[in-house]
């Protein structure tokens, strides 16, 4: 990961991630009532997203609960090979290193770097900053790429619905390109 993160008016200025995934995702869904919502943009090579996270998702109060904090590495990772690559894939091992409290309601930076891809298989760095650029957690996954058909029978929505997400993330907006 870079020794600093982006700043938030610099994440601003980023090509945003056109992609909305078509089911429920707890974490990038914008329909789902209890999701964390999150909006990624483009990086050079991967994303970046600013969020913050309800005390809701607390484990000790005023901590963001471990699983949150995975989940959050987990889906950044997946957006990054979205945006990078238009492959959806499906995370093989998760490592997390959890560095300090990740406090509940305070701004933060995830950041997802492609480290290397090559299909069938892809590694993925992510890190959560603080607002004064701390590293408070930090992970690394791999990934396999099965058949796009396949995943989208298991998620039940029609292959060119998920061909057209994938599509839409590596899109750039006019303003961006």
């Given at each position: 990961m870079p020794d600093a993160p982006l700043t938030?008016?610099?994440?601003?200025?980023?090509?945003?991630?056109?992609?909305?995934?078509?089911g429920t995702c707890f974490v990038c869904?914008?329909?789902?009532?209890?999701?964390?919502?999150?909006?990624?943009?483009?990086?050079?090579?991967?994303?970046v997203c600013t969020t913050?996270?309800?005390?809701?998702?607390?484990?000790?109060?005023g901590m963001?609960?471990?699983?949150?904090?995975?989940?959050?590495?987990?889906?950044?990772?997946?957006?990054?090979?979205?945006?990078?690559?238009?492959?959806?894939?499906?995370?093989?091992?998760?490592?997390?290193?959890?560095?300090?409290?990740v406090p509940t309601g305070a701004e933060l930076t995830v950041q997802g770097?492609?480290?290397?891809?090559?299909?069938?298989?892809?590694e993925v760095t992510m890190a959560i900053y603080d607002q004064s650029g701390e590293v408070l957690a930090e992970a690394k996954s791999s990934?396999?790429?099965?058949r796009l058909s396949r995943i989208a029978a298991l998620a039940g929505v029609k292959e060119e619905v998920l061909q057209q997400f994938l599509d839409d993330c590596q899109r750039m907006d006019a303003e961006h390109a």
């Amino acid at each position: 990961m870079p020794d600093a993160p982006l700043t938030k008016d610099a994440i601003a200025a980023l090509p945003p991630v056109l992609g909305r995934w078509p089911g429920t995702c707890f974490v990038c869904s914008p329909g789902h009532p209890h999701g964390l919502g999150l909006r990624f943009h483009h990086t050079e090579d991967g994303v970046v997203c600013t969020t913050a996270i309800s005390a809701h998702y607390c484990g000790f109060d005023g901590m963001v609960h471990g699983g949150i904090i995975s989940t959050l590495m987990d889906e950044t990772a997946a957006y990054a090979l979205f945006a990078r690559y238009g492959k959806l894939g499906v995370t093989r091992e998760l490592t997390t290193r959890f560095l300090k409290p990740v406090p509940t309601g305070a701004e933060l930076t995830v950041q997802g770097r492609v480290a290397s891809y090559t299909p069938p298989t892809a590694e993925v760095t992510m890190a959560i900053y603080d607002q004064s650029g701390e590293v408070l957690a930090e992970a690394k996954s791999s990934w396999s790429f099965p058949r796009l058909s396949r995943i989208a029978a298991l998620a039940g929505v029609k292959e060119e619905v998920l061909q057209q997400f994938l599509d839409d993330c590596q899109r750039m907006d006019a303003e961006h390109a």
